[in-house]
C-alpha cells in the first residue's frame, strides 16, 4: 500500500532476474514513504521473476524484450506523476522516495539520478564506481558540450533515474530501437525539458558484469559502447554487451 501523499511509481524492467529480486523486494518493502505502486515490466523471464514480483503485491506487465521497450511500457502505464527505473540488481536507500519527490520539487529539474557504487559480496569496487561517476561529467563534455555547458550530465541505468512522467511522454520516452544505452538518449532528450543532473546520494548496484568479465575488459566495454553510442553505431551497440545474469 502507498503513503497517502506519495507521488512516485517505480519502474522495474526485468528479465529472468529471480536470483536478484528477493533482495529488492525485501529492501522496497521497507521504503518510507511507500511509493505509489512498483511496477515489474518483464521481457519474457524463463525463470521465477514474474512469480516473485507477483507474490510481492507488485503490479506486473509483459512486454517484448528490451529495455527501453518495457521502460515505455512501464512508464505508460504508471499512476504517479513521478517515475524512478529502477534496476533488478540495484538497491536504494530507505528514503528513496523522499529523496527523489524533494528533487522534483525543483522544476528547473528534469531528469536526475543517484550514485551507483558498485559492489558484489565480498568487494566494492571503487575504481569502476569512480570512473562511472567521472563518465557523466566527461561524457557530455566531450559528446554534447553545449549541452554540459547547460548542466546536463549523461546518466545510465544503475543511476535510478527518475523524472515527472509527462515529462517523459512529451519527449516521446525511451527509443525502442536502441538494444543499449537508452538511459543516455533520454538524458538527451530531457534536456529539452530543464537540467539532468545527480543527487548527493548512493544507490548500491550489482558488480556481475565486473565480476564475470574482469574490471579491464568490462571498463574497457562501457567505454567502447561510449564511442559507438556517440558516433551513431547504435546496431552494433548489443553485440559489445551481452547479458549478464
Same mark, same amino acid.
Given at each position: 500500500?502507498?503513503?497517502?501523499? @506519495? !507521488?512516485?511509481? #517505480?519502474? #522495474?524492467?526485468?528479465?529472468?532476474?529471480?536470483?536478484?529480486?528477493?533482495?529488492?523486494?525485501?529492501?522496497?518493502?521497507?521504503?518510507?514513504?511507500?511509493?505509489?505502486?512498483?511496477?515489474?515490466?518483464?521481457?519474457g @523471464?524463463?525463470?521465477?521473476?514474474?512469480?516473485?514480483a507477483?507474490?510481492?503485491?507488485?503490479?506486473?506487465?509483459?512486454?517484448?524484450?528490451?529495455?527501453?521497450?518495457?521502460?515505455n511500457?512501464?512508464?505508460?502505464?504508471? =499512476?504517479?506523476?513521478?517515475?524512478?527505473?529502477?534496476?533488478?540488481?540495484?538497491?536504494?536507500?530507505? &528514503?528513496?522516495?523522499?529523496?527523489?519527490? @524533494? @528533487?522534483?520539487?525543483?522544476r528547473?529539474?528534469?531528469?536526475?539520478?543517484?550514485?551507483?557504487?558498485?559492489?558484489?559480496?565480498?568487494?566494492?569496487?571503487?575504481?569502476?564506481?569512480?570512473?562511472?561517476?567521472?563518465?557523466?561529467?566527461?561524457?557530455?563534455?566531450?559528446?554534447?558540450?553545449?549541452?554540459?555547458?547547460?548542466?546536463? !550530465?549523461?546518466?545510465?541505468?544503475?543511476?535510478?533515474?527518475?523524472?515527472? !512522467?509527462?515529462?517523459?511522454?512529451?519527449?516521446?520516452?525511451?527509443?525502442?530501437?536502441?538494444?543499449?544505452?537508452?538511459?543516455?538518449?533520454?538524458?538527451?532528450?530531457?534536456?529539452?525539458?530543464? !537540467?539532468?543532473?545527480?543527487?548527493?546520494?548512493?544507490?548500491?548496484?550489482?558488480? =556481475?558484469r565486473?565480476?564475470?568479465?574482469?574490471p579491464?575488459?568490462?571498463n574497457? #566495454?562501457?567505454?567502447?559502447?561510449?564511442?559507438?553510442?556517440?558516433?551513431?553505431?547504435?546496431?552494433?551497440?548489443?553485440?559489445?554487451?551481452? &547479458?549478464?545474469?
Amino acid at each position: 500500500m502507498s503513503d497517502p501523499g @506519495s !507521488r512516485t511509481s #517505480i519502474v #522495474i524492467p526485468m528479465l529472468d532476474e529471480a536470483v536478484a529480486l528477493p533482495r529488492l523486494v525485501r529492501v522496497l518493502g521497507t521504503l518510507h514513504p511507500r511509493p505509489v505502486e512498483i511496477i515489474a515490466v518483464d521481457g519474457g @523471464s524463463t525463470d521465477a521473476s514474474r512469480d516473485i514480483a507477483q507474490v510481492a503485491g507488485w503490479t506486473v506487465l509483459c512486454a517484448p524484450q528490451g529495455r527501453a521497450i518495457q521502460i515505455n511500457a512501464g512508464v505508460e502505464a504508471a =499512476r504517479g506523476p513521478y517515475v524512478c527505473v529502477l534496476h533488478a540488481d540495484t538497491i536504494p536507500p530507505d &528514503d528513496f522516495v523522499a529523496v527523489i519527490e @524533494s @528533487s522534483l520539487a525543483d522544476r528547473s529539474v528534469a531528469l536526475a539520478g543517484f550514485t551507483p557504487i558498485i559492489a558484489g559480496p565480498d568487494r566494492t569496487r571503487w575504481g569502476t564506481t569512480f570512473h562511472n561517476w567521472l563518465k557523466t561529467w566527461y561524457a557530455p563534455l566531450l559528446v554534447r558540450p553545449h549541452l554540459f555547458l547547460r548542466g546536463v !550530465r549523461l546518466l545510465f541505468g544503475d543511476h535510478a533515474m527518475f523524472f515527472r !512522467r509527462e515529462d517523459y511522454l512529451a519527449v516521446g520516452g525511451c527509443d525502442p530501437g536502441t538494444p543499449v544505452m537508452e538511459e543516455a538518449d533520454l538524458c538527451i532528450k530531457m534536456a529539452e525539458r530543464g !537540467r539532468v543532473r545527480l543527487v548527493g546520494r548512493a544507490v548500491h548496484t550489482s558488480d =556481475r558484469r565486473i565480476a564475470a568479465w574482469g574490471p579491464v575488459k568490462a571498463n574497457w #566495454i562501457y567505454f567502447k559502447i561510449g564511442i559507438l553510442w556517440a558516433f551513431g553505431a547504435r546496431s552494433r551497440l548489443a553485440d559489445h554487451y551481452p &547479458d549478464i545474469r
